[in-house]
């Protein structure tokens, strides 16, 4: 019984220590882009990604920063991710950087997160089909780039730089410009009435429109400033300017044409993109968005509704949509030419839903605490099932040996052996009494009258003396006295 309570306790740390190993456990973890080299001009990626049971960290590089914070709610850990984008407009070294703390989902103590990525940004140069030599340009200072003289043996590559490296107005300048960030809010006096809008493009072979003198509204004016670069790509900046003051009520009795609409509603009665949520939900009156797309399209169906007829809808930035972060500018415009609104949004691309593959991580492990769960409570259930088996057999064991007077445990090897020899006693006396009885006979054949009766005697006092004093004896000698005068 003890051997098999071993065994199954044995095979019980071996089930459950298999489970436990059976889990998978992650450690945390966190990692950016690999260094990479690319062409000037061509739009860049950064991104940086945690597996972790909660996380601190930022991304930074090129003036820009993204903040990774979190924890996840299960017994696991969990991915979440962000991203940079950039165009490098010049060549050089572009490096970023990915610090702050993370913990495992069991761990104590946070880990020190430090993670760098460089991109190498070069001048790409095409051979010209003549074979002649190329041009090395990787300093960013070959003449051949800056003019427009063809020697026959080098083609020059068009610029795709569209930032600006400069952006303001005269008076009530804002600060705080970044090439990347296309949307400023400037706030000015009652008095001013204009304002002067400049910048400056970063390529020399970019050119600027939407500059120059502007007459401001009382309350929200827009205004947008497009590069153009060399080979045709567009990207726009808007400053939206906002003129202190009360904005004259209108005359009740006034009345306005059919379709005429006031200053707040001029822009998109509508805007959808694909099956996507748009992120505040559309509103005439809020120019910009977030959306999240998840896929490997480069292009996104865009449908726009203008609140008049009149108005000409210019959507830029749809194209090659890169994985990250991709802006796309919608322009308003009367029929005049003149921006009537801008509305900008945010596409977060990714080609894999990491959401996704987080909650499906969640369920695994959920579905593992439910069955280490569930098997410790078998396990449970059948020690316990061992333990009262144990008990009752004890305990039937010691009443048997209380009230039955001999250990229970050797009651069937005493019986066992007595039957046994038995047999063997029974002939031993047998043998004894036969040569009593024989002894007997000779010695009363020797003896005369007389004698005989006064060892009659003797013998009848000794033995009713004896009967008092050791009664279990009786039977034998009387048995004795009978066959002396049979």
């Known amino acids: 019984m003890k051997k098999n309570i071993k065994l199954l306790m044995i095979l019980f740390a071996i089930f459950f220590a298999t489970m436990i190993c059976c889990h998978k456990v992650e450690a945390a973890s966190a990692t950016i882009t690999e260094n990479r080299t690319v062409t000037v001009g061509t739009p860049v990626t950064v991104s940086a990604t945690v597996n972790a049971g909660a996380w601190s960290l930022n991304l930074s590089g090129v003036g820009q920063s993204r903040s990774l914070v979190g924890q996840t709610s299960s017994a696991g850990n969990e991915t979440a991710s962000t991203s940079i984008t950039f165009t490098p407009t010049q060549a050089g070294e572009y490096t970023f950087s990915l610090t702050g703390d993370m913990t495992d ?8 997160v430090s993670r760098t990525c460089v991109i190498i940004a070069k001048n790409n140069e095409t051979p010209s089909t003549g074979g002649g030599a190329t041009t090395d340009s990787s300093d960013g200072n070959n003449t051949s780039n800056n003019d427009n003289t063809d020697t026959g043996n080098t083609t020059t590559q068009k610029s795709s730089n569209a930032n600006l490296s400069n952006l303001g107005i005269r008076p009530n300048d804002f600060t705080g ?4 960030t296309t949307t400023y809010q400037v706030e000015v006096p009652e008095n001013v009435t204009e304002i002067e809008v400049y910048a400056t493009a970063q390529h020399a072979k970019a050119s600027i429109s939407g500059t120059g003198k502007k007459s401001l509204n009382v309350g929200a004016n827009a205004f947008n400033v497009v590069v153009t670069a060399e080979d045709g790509t567009k990207k726009t900046y808007t400053i939206n300017v906002t003129r202190q003051g009360e904005v004259e009520e209108e005359n009740p009795e006034d009345t306005t044409s059919e379709g005429e609409e006031t200053e707040q509603a001029k822009g998109l009665a509508e805007l959808k993109i694909d099956n996507l ?4 939900s559309f509103e005439t009156g809020v120019y910009e968005y977030q959306v999240k797309y998840i896929g490997q399209d480069t292009e996104l169906n865009i449908t726009t509704k ?10 830029t930035g749809n194209e090659g949509l890169k994985e990250g972060e991709n802006i796309i500018t919608i322009l308003v415009s009367d029929k005049d030419g ?26 695994k492990q959920e579905e593992f ?28 064991q010691r009443f048997a040996e209380e009230y039955s007077g001999v250990p229970f445990s050797g009651l069937n090897e005493d019986e066992d052996w007595q039957n046994s020899n038995q047999g063997w006693e029974n002939e031993e006396q047998q043998e004894i009494q036969e040569e009593e009885i024989e002894q007997d006979k000779s010695t009363l054949d020797n003896l005369s009258q007389e004698e005989l009766k006064n060892r009659y005697l003797d013998n009848y006092n000794k033995d009713s003396l004896e009967e008092d004093f050791y009664e279990e004896e009786k039977p034998r000698r009387a048995r004795h006295k009978g066959k002396r005068f049979k």
């Open 338 to 363: 003149n921006n009537v609104a801008t509305y900008q949004v945010t596409v977060n691309k990714s080609l894999v839903d990491e959401e996704a593959i987080a909650r499906e991580e969640a369920k």
């Open 105 to 112: 989902f069991s761990a104590d103590d946070a880990e020190k």
């Open 177 to 180: 410009f970044k090439s990347g």
């Open 277 to 280: 949520s748009l992120s505040p």
């Open 306 to 315: 203008a609140t008049q007829e009149d108005y000409v809808v210019e959507v």
């Open 369 to 396: 605490r439910k069955t280490v769960i569930i098997g410790s409570i078998i396990a449970v259930v059948v020690i316990a099932i061992i333990v009262f088996l144990i008990i009752r057999h004890k305990r039937n």
